[in-house]
């Protein structure tokens, strides 16, 4: 559905289910050059299991057709004012790589709006490849290659996909190919300057929960697990055999993982 | 030392879709051949059915056999999505019965294999949908044909039996200028020859019966998303862009963003019109794939010889082979299919009909039957079978005439093949001197 963020239109998908601010809130936020379909499986289950699912499009993403923003901040304000805008007063917050960022940015700037946070491929600071950054701007189709075979377990490269009848590797590329232009070199710039103060992980009240795939390539478990130790109370969860697309490639576990932390 | 890179296409025919099974730790692809898959609990019956979760409940619309198949391909095609069906025609029907109702269009190149012109020319009338029939050469033919309410265009690779090569990335264009997909059966070529989502189609399908599985022992077809057409965008596709009723208003272009027809086309063309390929035929196509990558340049070397062969005999008026430069498309081949038109080749023996049926009836290591891509070589008559519904308007917009016939070149030794051609045709030219 269609929702007014900053005067623009927002889409959220909100797993089958209407929106219903009185339920428990979850915004799933997505990563650089993704949408919210990377969700389906997650903001399905949430959906039917009682909770108010809302799996956004950021601006210059999927459906939403305003302007990318340029830094994890901006998006953070952006999905604030979505909050404020859907009358909701807290929301949990689940974040995949790029949107690990926006959640912990927005649980350090907003606490009084977050109830819990979930990282899912997560590390601060997100260092970005030089490689990866000149491809995403001059060279995206091989950027795009990069993402893909980095952004999955190695054995994804053959499969077999949990999915049935599905590539998981060709639809990640296909969904990458259909990001506007220059917005995937954005998205990877406002990681990569992304510096939260030293003591803003360690400022973080809400209940976290981190998934690390140990075949994570672009988030890997080591910085995982820094985030873990950063945050008082964290609790850190490995993902055996599954890379950086986690929702994919494992898309029972994290629901699993998710609904246990989510129990209320 | 190179980057990480994703596998070669030999490597994905081999592998792609499947890990040695966790419980058994076999590695060939199991046969599941099981109707339903028990649940674990009540709670994951319920995810599973509302799409929280991923996996099988009952095989008509997944199976874990068919699964393996269908990834298989999708990689092979480099497409988000693929559905086995119980043949390629199941897989034309669902594609249609996907994008469209009573009312709409498709414009369809001429060239078609005879069973995609009977349900084309014939039954989808019956049911509200109506196709025109263009020369696939003529770009502005496709371009005029296209109606408001057209919803598809339609081709094959290299068309059967007159062996017109598509132009894909030119009829892409038309297509998606008017905001329409483009729908190509490639069966004659298979993803060895021809990869048409990377040259502008998005939605591919094939009859698995031929190449794919290349035995002659089954009846299959796949269905390819190529993920590459917006449907949002277009406007037109109200099955994939509006919430439909029988799956819980679900909108599959939100619910999935590169594989929104697959899912529907799933969700329900398997689940109400059944059209479900058997595990067993699916076990059966993946031993084929296995050695795709080994058979078709065998089968192209085959071929490449038995046209020089028949280009040159007094009996023979004429040889139809896209990379004959006597062929109207004999450079798009070359650029399309530069590692080989395929193994399906026309000719016109002299003499008419009489002498074709002798020529076909003289023939000892060929069989006479209707089907191609097999490792036998194969001939048939189109005229008196497969195309016999054809009028001779129809038929020779088709590329089709009174004596032509067509060989399905097999992977016998050429030299074997070309010695069983020679005794037919010295027959057949007996006949024609009659």
Same mark, same amino acid.
């Given at each position: &559905?269609?929702?007014?963020?900053?005067?623009?239109?927002?889409?959220?998908?909100?797993?089958?289910?209407?929106?219903?601010?009185?339920?428990?809130?979850?915004?799933?936020?997505?990563?650089?050059?993704?949408?919210?379909?990377v969700?389906?499986?997650?903001?399905?289950?949430?959906?039917?299991?009682?909770?108010?699912?809302?799996?956004?499009?950021?601006?210059?993403? =999927?459906?939403?057709?305003?302007?990318?923003?340029?830094?994890?901040?901006?998006?953070?304000?952006?999905?604030?004012?979505?909050?404020?805008?859907?009358?909701?007063?807290?929301?949990?917050?689940?974040?995949?790589?790029?949107?690990?960022?926006?959640?912990?940015?927005?649980?350090?700037?907003?606490?009084?709006?977050?109830?819990?946070?979930?990282?899912l491929g997560?590390?601060?600071?997100?260092?970005?490849?030089?490689?990866?950054?000149?491809?995403?701007?001059?060279?995206?189709?091989?950027?795009?290659?990069?993402?893909?075979?980095?952004g999955h377990a190695?054995q994804m490269?053959?499969g077999a996909s949990s999915i049935?009848?599905?590539?998981l590797t060709?639809?990640y590329?296909?969904?990458?190919?259909?990001?506007?232009? =220059?917005?995937?070199?954005?998205?990877?710039?406002?990681?990569?300057?992304?510096?939260?103060?030293?003591?803003?992980?360690?400022?973080?009240?809400?209940?976290?929960?981190?998934?690390?795939g140990?075949r994570d &390539?672009?988030?890997?478990?080591?910085?995982?697990?820094?985030?873990?130790?950063?945050?008082?109370?964290?609790?850190?969860?490995?993902l055996e055999m599954v890379g950086h697309a986690m929702m994919q490639e494992a898309p029972g576990r994290v629901?699993?993982?998710?609904?246990?932390?989510?129990?209320? | 030392?190179? %980057?990480?890179?994703?596998?070669?296409?030999?490597?994905?025919?081999?592998?792609?879709?499947?890990?040695?099974?966790?419980?058994?730790?076999?590695?060939?692809?199991?046969?599941?051949?099981?109707?339903?898959?028990?649940?674990?609990?009540?709670?994951?019956?319920?995810?599973?059915?509302?799409?929280?979760?991923a996996?099988?409940?009952?095989?008509?619309?997944?199976? $874990?056999?068919?699964?393996?198949?269908?990834?298989?391909?999708?990689?092979?095609?480099?497409?988000?999505?693929?559905?086995?069906?119980?043949?390629?025609?199941?897989?034309?029907?669902?594609?249609?019965?996907?994008?469209?109702?009573?009312?709409?269009?498709?414009?369809?190149?001429?060239?078609?294999?005879?069973?995609?012109?009977?349900?084309?020319?014939?039954?989808?009338? !019956?049911?509200?949908?109506?196709?025109?029939?263009?020369? %696939?050469?003529?770009?502005?033919?496709?371009?005029?044909?296209?109606?408001?309410?057209? !919803?598809?265009?339609?081709?094959?690779?290299?068309?059967?039996?007159?062996?017109?090569?598509?132009?894909?990335?030119?009829?892409?264009?038309?297509?998606?200028?008017?905001?329409?997909? /483009?729908?190509?059966?490639?069966?004659?070529?298979?993803?060895?020859?021809?990869?048409?989502?990377?040259?502008?189609?998005?939605?591919?399908?094939?009859?698995?019966?031929?190449?794919?599985?290349?035995? +002659?022992?089954?009846? +299959?077809?796949?269905?390819?998303?190529?993920?590459?057409?917006?449907?949002?965008?277009?406007?037109?596709?109200?099955? /994939?862009?509006?919430?439909?009723?029988?799956?819980?208003?679900?909108?599959?272009?939100?619910?999935?963003?590169?594989?929104?027809?697959?899912?529907?086309?799933? #969700?329900?063309?398997?689940?109400?019109?059944?059209?479900?390929?058997?595990?067993?035929?699916?076990?059966?196509?993946?031993? +084929?794939?296995?050695?795709?990558?080994? #058979?078709? $340049?065998?089968?192209?070397?085959?071929?490449?010889?038995?046209?020089?062969?028949?280009?040159?005999?007094?009996?023979?008026?004429?040889?139809?082979?896209?990379?004959?430069?006597?062929?109207?498309?004999?450079?798009?081949?070359?650029?399309?299919?530069?590692?080989?038109?395929?193994?399906?080749?026309?000719?016109?023996?002299?003499?008419?009909?009489?002498?074709?049926?002798?020529?076909?009836?003289?023939? %000892?290591?060929?069989?006479?039957?209707?089907?191609?891509?097999?490792?036998?070589?194969?001939?048939?008559?189109?005229?008196?079978?497969?195309?016999? #519904?054809?009028?001779?308007?129809?038929?020779?917009?088709?590329?089709?005439?009174? %004596?032509?016939?067509?060989?399905?070149?097999?992977?016998?030794?050429?030299?074997?093949?070309?010695?069983?051609?020679?005794?037919?045709?010295?027959?057949?030219?007996?006949?024609?001197?009659?």
């Open positions: &559905m269609n929702f007014l963020v900053e005067q623009q239109p927002a889409y959220a998908y909100t797993g089958g289910k209407p929106f219903d601010a009185a339920k428990p809130s979850i915004v799933f936020i997505h990563g650089a050059a993704n949408d919210h379909s969700w389906t499986f997650q903001a399905r289950y949430f959906a039917h299991h009682g909770f108010n699912a809302l799996a956004v499009d950021l601006p210059g993403h =999927g459906r939403t057709f305003a302007d990318a923003k340029t830094t994890i901040a901006a998006y953070s304000d952006w999905i604030v004012n979505l909050l404020d805008n859907g009358g909701i007063v807290k929301a949990t917050m689940v974040g995949h790589s790029m949107g690990t960022l926006i959640a912990l940015d927005a649980a350090a700037r907003y606490p009084a709006r977050v109830d819990k946070l979930g990282l997560t590390s601060v600071p997100m260092p970005v490849a030089d490689a990866l950054l000149d491809a995403a701007k001059h060279r995206p189709s091989e950027a795009f290659d990069m993402l893909n075979l980095w190695p490269r053959i049935p009848g599905t590539s060709m639809s590329r296909r969904l990458l190919e259909r990001s506007r232009p =220059g917005v995937l070199a954005k998205d990877l710039a406002a990681c990569r300057a992304f510096s939260p103060g030293e003591s803003t992980l360690e400022s973080i009240t809400a209940p976290t929960l981190i998934l690390s140990t &390539m672009m988030t890997p478990p080591k910085a995982s697990a820094a985030v873990a130790n950063a945050i008082t109370g964290a609790r850190l969860v490995s629901v699993d993982e998710l609904a246990a932390f989510l129990k209320p | 030392m190179p %980057g990480p890179r994703l596998p070669h296409l030999e490597t994905l025919a081999i592998h792609a879709g499947q890990s040695p099974d966790p419980t058994t730790g076999a590695r060939a692809v199991p046969i599941y051949q099981s109707a339903s898959f028990v649940f674990p609990d009540t709670e994951t019956a319920a995810s599973l059915f509302n799409l929280e979760r996996g099988h409940v009952y095989s008509r619309i997944s199976n $874990p056999t068919l699964a393996v198949l269908e990834e298989r391909m999708a990689a092979l095609e480099g497409a988000p999505a693929a559905i086995a069906t119980a043949s390629g025609q199941a897989a034309l029907h669902l594609a249609i019965a996907t994008l469209m109702g009573a009312g709409s269009h498709i414009v369809a190149s001429s060239a078609l294999y005879g069973g995609s012109h009977n349900i084309l020319s014939y039954t989808l009338p !019956r049911f509200g949908i109506t196709t025109t029939f263009v020369d %696939g050469r003529n770009l502005d033919a496709w371009r005029a044909a296209i109606r408001p309410n057209t !919803r598809l265009l339609f081709g094959e690779t290299v068309g059967n039996p007159g062996l017109d090569v598509l132009n894909v990335p030119a009829v892409a264009e038309i297509a998606h200028a008017a905001g329409l997909p /483009l729908m190509v059966d490639a069966t004659l070529t298979t993803p060895m020859l021809s990869r048409p989502i990377g040259q502008g189609a998005d939605i591919v399908l094939h009859s698995a019966t031929k190449f794919l599985s290349g035995h +002659g022992v089954v009846i +299959g077809g796949v269905l390819i998303d190529g993920g590459t057409f917006d449907w949002r965008l277009s406007n037109k596709f109200p099955t /994939l862009t509006e919430p439909y009723a029988g799956f819980h208003n679900m909108v599959m272009a939100e619910e999935s963003s590169v594989a929104a027809f697959a899912l529907r086309a799933r #969700r329900e063309g398997l689940r109400d019109f059944g059209a479900t390929m058997a595990p067993m035929t699916a076990f059966q196509i993946l031993q +084929g794939l296995e050695t795709l990558h080994v #058979r078709m $340049p065998r089968h192209v070397e085959n071929a490449r010889k038995i046209v020089a062969y028949l280009a040159t005999h007094k009996a023979v008026a004429k040889v139809i082979y896209p990379e004959l430069e006597t062929h109207p498309d004999h450079a798009l081949s070359k650029q399309l299919l530069p590692d080989g038109a395929g193994a399906v080749l026309s000719f016109e023996v002299n003499g008419g009909r009489a002498a074709g049926k002798t020529f076909i009836e003289k023939l %000892g290591l060929f069989s006479h039957l209707a089907n191609i891509g097999d490792a036998k070589s194969l001939v048939i008559h189109p005229a008196s079978t497969t195309h016999f #519904r054809m009028d001779a308007d129809a038929l020779k917009a088709a590329g089709i005439a009174e %004596g032509t016939i067509r060989l399905s070149i097999g992977l016998e030794h050429a030299d074997d093949l070309i010695e069983d051609l020679s005794r037919a045709l010295a027959a057949a030219a007996k006949v024609a001197a009659t």
